[in-house]
């Protein structure tokens, strides 16, 4: 069935380093993998996505990377900063009509100062 | 920046009572999904809603379950007799039309089931 899962549940960096979250996924059919923030007592937050044709996309501080050969995705964030700490979810676009996201089970990230 | 609203933020109900959540998604959205995280938890899809009707809803989403949109603004999610089970936040999300990954979602209900 789909599935789309993460290696780490918590990851502790310290302020100013990079930080990278993994998410592994098992249906390869979809169009978009997406990574979302999540903070305390609020909704998922869009940070980044990357459409299944490409292996990187960079934005502001963040690159998200995927291998579709070991159907892997990756969440990079350069000089992590506290205001970084939170959960970390990737999920993946559902390509049927509803357009549903399939949601990974969440890595925490705190940020020591 | 458009934002999705819920309402209540927090809703405390005795089991076997009937609860609705409440949600305003983004007036030009016309996509709306409710979600549900369960403490702890990933966030699990359990409906989605288009043109006034049910378009996908996951195995969550039984005959105890129903989605609305009552007027043009508001989306709700009915649970009829709540269970413990159900104790978990409910988000709310928007789409927009012809942009597959264009959701926001809304802040979340905490429904506390006792």
């Known amino acids: 069935g789909e599935s789309v899962g993460l290696h780490l549940p918590t990851l502790s960096v310290q302020e100013g380093d990079n930080s990278i979250i993994n998410c592994a996924y098992s249906?390869?059919?979809?169009?978009?993998f997406i990574w979302y923030k999540q903070e305390s007592g609020k909704g998922p937050q869009f940070i980044i996505d990357i459409r299944s044709n490409m292996d990187k996309r960079q934005g502001q501080r963040v690159t998200v990377l995927l291998n579709k050969t070991v159907k892997h995705l990756s969440l990079q964030i350069a000089a992590t900063q506290p205001g970084d700490s939170a959960v970390y979810f990737c999920?993946?676009?559902?390509?049927?009509?509803?357009?549903?996201?399939?949601f990974g089970s969440g890595t925490r990230l705190l940020v020591r100062p | 920046e458009p934002e999705v609203t819920q309402t209540p933020s927090h809703q405390v109900t005795q089991m076997g009572q009937e609860v609705i959540l409440r949600c305003v998604p983004i007036?030009?959205?016309?996509?709306f999904y409710w979600y549900r995280q369960i403490l702890g938890q990933k966030v699990e899809f359990l409906v989605s809603f288009y043109n006034n009707e049910i378009s996908e809803k996951s195995e969550i989403f039984d005959d105890q379950f129903s989605v609305e949109r009552p007027d043009g603004s508001n989306f709700t999610l009915k649970i009829r007799s709540t269970k413990l089970e159900d104790s978990a936040m409910y988000f709310c999300?928007?789409?927009?039309?012809?942009?597959?990954?264009?959701?926001?979602f809304g802040s979340g209900t905490r429904l506390t089931v006792v």
């Open positions: 249906n390869s059919a979809s169009d978009y």
């Open positions: 999300a928007s789409r927009e039309p012809g942009q597959g990954r264009g959701y926001t």
């Open positions: 007036s030009n959205h016309l996509y």
């Open positions: 999920a993946e676009l559902g390509m049927d009509s509803s357009y549903k996201l399939i």
